[in-house]
């Protein structure tokens, strides 16, 4: 069983930042893929970020330019830098571990919030 700890949570302006992590609590080199998603209140998840053990990444088009996936290999963690941040990221952000063996682990969600 893998879990999931996701933090960062946050209240930003527009054009802000902030840096979200997820904590895995097994190796991460085993994961093939990690992926972040959010969910606003009223609308479907949605994928907004991936990054594979390849080294390989990929987004949404709604925050290419804007938002970076990475992993830290020594602590297990994998980070999502949100840059230039808009009203429209606001949601509760989620970190995902689906593995070889068809489980698939969800953080518990971690809220940001974009407003003046």
């Known amino acids: 069983q893998v879990q999931l700890v996701e933090s960062g949570r946050g209240l930003v302006q527009p054009g802000g930042s902030l840096r979200l992590s997820c904590a895995a609590s097994?190796?991460?080199?085993?994961?093939?893929?990690l992926g972040w998603y959010r969910q606003a209140p009223g609308k479907e998840r949605e994928l907004v970020a991936i990054s594979t053990g390849r080294g390989t990444t990929d987004y949404a088009d709604s925050v290419k330019g804007r938002f970076t996936v990475s992993r830290d290999y020594i602590k297990n963690t994998v980070y999502l830098q949100m840059n230039s941040l808009k009203p429209e990221d606001t949601a509760t952000y989620y970190c995902n571990a689906p593995l070889r063996t068809g489980e698939d682990y969800w953080g518990q969600g971690t809220q940001v919030t974009v407003s003046s």
């Open positions: 097994t190796s991460i080199f085993n994961i093939i893929t």
